[in-house]
């Protein structure tokens, strides 16, 4: 459990896969900014009927703040614009997000997380800390989000 290959009666049938490579593409250009500053590889957008909400880049180590992980900043960047509600809206990132990104990712409602990259320390999906799979959580959270690990 954790991840899956998307069928048709996903919420990633909704976006074509050709759009999917295309989005992962931006958030591993975003990674690359990333890393030419001294940050992790990351990348990740907020997307939601075929539109960038957000997209950000990690910068933990150049703001020298431990909670820009690039999730994170694309949530903030999305708050601004959706609000605290984001179901409905699609993060899509190059790395499985830590259990801090998990935590924001379900306080805000996303239905669905993409990803490429697994992660097993600290990993919201893959490791012993599963945040963004477990239902033993908070009333006001949102139920698990759609979780699709890309393979290509």
Not at 71 to 88: F, N, P, Q, V, Y
Not at 134 to 150: A, C, D, F, G, Q
Request: glycine residues 6%; hydrophobic residues 35%; aromatic residues 8%.
């Amino acid at each position: 459990m954790g991840f899956y290959e998307p069928n048709d009666s996903s919420n990633f049938s909704i976006i074509k896969m050709k759009d999917v490579q295309k989005y992962m593409e931006i958030c591993e250009s975003l990674a690359k900014k990333a890393a030419s500053k001294g940050n992790s590889p990351v990348g990740s957008i907020i997307i939601k009927g075929g539109q960038i909400f957000a997209e950000a880049e990690e910068a933990g180590q150049s703001k020298q703040d431990i909670t820009c992980h690039a999730e994170i900043e694309a949530l903030r960047t999305a708050r601004k614009k959706i609000g605290k509600d984001m179901s409905g809206y699609t993060l899509m990132s190059t790395h499985e997000p830590c259990v801090m990104c998990g935590y924001a990712i379900r306080f805000h409602k996303i239905s669905t997380v993409i990803y490429k990259k697994s992660v097993s320390h600290f990993g919201s999906i893959n490791s012993e800390m599963k945040v963004l799979l477990t239902n033993n959580v908070s009333e006001h959270w949102s139920k698990p989000p759609e979780i699709i690990r890309l393979k290509f």
